[in-house]
């Protein structure tokens, strides 16, 4: 459990955007919110010393956006050979194609420790049904190059869909023979992407055991932190979607709306502050103390049912391990 009233977060992880950018079109991605075309999508690219203030506090960071990809913020060496230096553990994951190789070798020697997790959603030929506009067999080659610099594992994700289902097997495979961490994700999040939806069903029976019952992921830290393309710091990227979407007056209820506050802004604030303000331990007072008023949004996707039926994974490691987390 966190323990949000003593400066809980120090030395901990925090998830981010550090970019509104992304040249993919995924469409199940929050971005379609947006007809980005012809609206600009929300937020700026995050500065070094914005960077350097988070990394005085936080110990480890993920570049795991909601919106932008981490490979679409042009400082990205520099930011990760500033993390290098100041000793931060880091992951980062992408799934966009679309720069030369050369920047993605700047990338990896800047910072060797790194985890880097590539998103390629079939075997690479096949990538571009769910991630449009990547190029698949690029970004296989550009996982090829980062396993002859990085000095930790390289992670293959795979989500299934219905176009992808009969490849599983050929794909691990595939990043069995170039040593890469093979992560398989189960999701039955598709919103209105219903044509995605493979045909083996792995939630079917299993929801059936289940009783919902609202446990906050924040208390145990099964989410972080996280700060979005707005500078906003909030308690996790859930709660993204209600701050920024066009749509968002419908889902800010209640408890919800503190967290908006421009002090909780990393433009007007310091992160050590922020994560330690009065707003913010008002909110997980509420969580811990009386969680029957938590805001609704919190209680739906923070529920029992929620967190063990969106997503199951499983990991193959080139030496053959094969582990499952607890989805739960």
Same mark, same amino acid.
């Not at 995924?26 to 600009?40: E, F, V």
């Not at 992951?91 to 420790?113: D, G, L």
């Given at each position: 459990?966190?323990?949000?009233?003593?400066?809980?977060?120090?030395?901990?992880?925090?998830?981010?955007?550090?970019?509104?950018?992304?040249?993919?079109?995924?469409?199940?991605?929050?971005?379609?919110?947006?007809?980005? &075309?012809?609206?600009? $999508?929300? =937020?700026? /690219?995050? +500065?070094? %010393?914005?960077?350097?203030?988070?990394?005085?506090?936080?110990?480890?960071?993920?570049?795991?956006?909601?919106?932008?990809?981490?490979?679409?913020?042009?400082?990205?060496?520099?930011?990760?050979?500033?993390?290098?230096?100041?000793?931060?553990?880091?992951?980062?994951?992408?799934?966009?194609?679309?720069?030369?190789?050369?920047?993605?070798?700047?990338?990896?020697?800047?910072?060797? &420790?790194?985890?880097? $997790?590539? =998103?390629? /959603?079939? +075997?690479? %030929?096949?990538?571009?049904?769910?991630?449009?506009?990547?190029?698949?067999?690029?970004?296989?080659?550009?996982?090829?190059?980062?396993?002859?610099?990085?000095?930790?594992?390289?992670?293959?994700?795979?989500?299934?869909?219905?176009?992808?289902?009969?490849?599983?097997?050929?794909?691990?495979?595939?990043?069995?023979?170039?040593?890469?961490?093979?992560?398989?994700?189960?999701?039955?999040?598709?919103?209105?992407?219903?044509?995605?939806?493979?045909?083996?069903?792995?939630?079917?029976?299993?929801?059936?055991?289940?009783?919902?019952?609202?446990?906050?992921?924040?208390?145990?830290?099964?989410?972080?932190?996280?700060?979005?393309?707005?500078?906003?710091?909030?308690?996790?990227?859930?709660?993204?979607?209600?701050?920024?979407?066009?749509?968002?007056?419908?889902?800010?209820?209640?408890?919800?709306?503190?967290?908006?506050?421009?002090?909780?802004?990393?433009?007007?604030?310091?992160?050590?502050?922020?994560?330690?303000?009065?707003?913010?331990?008002?909110?997980?007072?509420?969580?811990?103390?009386?969680?029957?008023?938590?805001?609704?949004?919190?209680?739906?996707?923070?529920?029992?049912?929620?967190?063990?039926?969106?997503?199951?994974?499983?990991?193959?490691?080139?030496?053959?391990?094969?582990?499952?987390?607890?989805?739960?």
């Amino acid at each position: 459990m966190i323990d949000y009233l003593n400066d809980g977060y120090r030395g901990k992880v925090i998830s981010f955007d550090i970019t509104n950018r992304c040249t993919n079109q995924c469409p199940a991605c929050m971005r379609q919110h947006w007809d980005y &075309k012809t609206s600009h $999508i929300p =937020g700026k /690219d995050m +500065t070094l %010393e914005e960077f350097d203030d988070i990394t005085n506090y936080f110990g480890a960071v993920d570049f795991n956006g909601s919106v932008g990809d981490p490979v679409s913020h042009p400082k990205l060496p520099e930011i990760l050979e500033l993390a290098h230096k100041k000793n931060i553990e880091v992951n980062i994951s992408t799934a966009v194609s679309s720069k030369p190789i050369e920047f993605y070798r700047r990338c990896f020697n800047a910072n060797p &420790k790194a985890r880097w $997790i590539f =998103g390629i /959603d079939g +075997t690479p %030929e096949v990538s571009f049904v769910h991630r449009i506009n990547q190029d698949g067999e690029y970004l296989f080659e550009v996982m090829k190059e980062a396993t002859k610099i990085m000095q930790e594992e390289i992670i293959w994700q795979y989500i299934v869909f219905s176009y992808n289902e009969d490849r599983i097997e050929k794909a691990k495979q595939m990043a069995k023979e170039i040593g890469v961490v093979f992560k398989l994700n189960h999701t039955k999040r598709f919103g209105k992407q219903e044509w995605l939806k493979p045909n083996n069903d792995v939630y079917a029976e299993k929801q059936k055991e289940y009783e919902t019952k609202f446990q906050p992921k924040c208390l145990n830290r099964q989410r972080d932190p996280f700060v979005n393309t707005q500078k906003q710091v909030l308690p996790c990227c859930w709660l993204e979607s209600p701050y920024t979407t066009p749509d968002e007056e419908e889902f800010m209820e209640g408890h919800l709306k503190p967290l908006t506050d421009k002090s909780l802004n990393l433009k007007n604030n310091k992160i050590k502050n922020i994560v330690n303000s009065k707003i913010w331990k008002n909110f997980f007072d509420i969580l811990t103390k009386t969680p029957d008023e938590a805001p609704n949004y919190c209680k739906e996707r923070c529920s029992t049912s929620m967190r063990s039926f969106s997503r199951t994974t499983t990991y193959y490691k080139p030496d053959g391990t094969i582990s499952t987390p607890d989805n739960s």
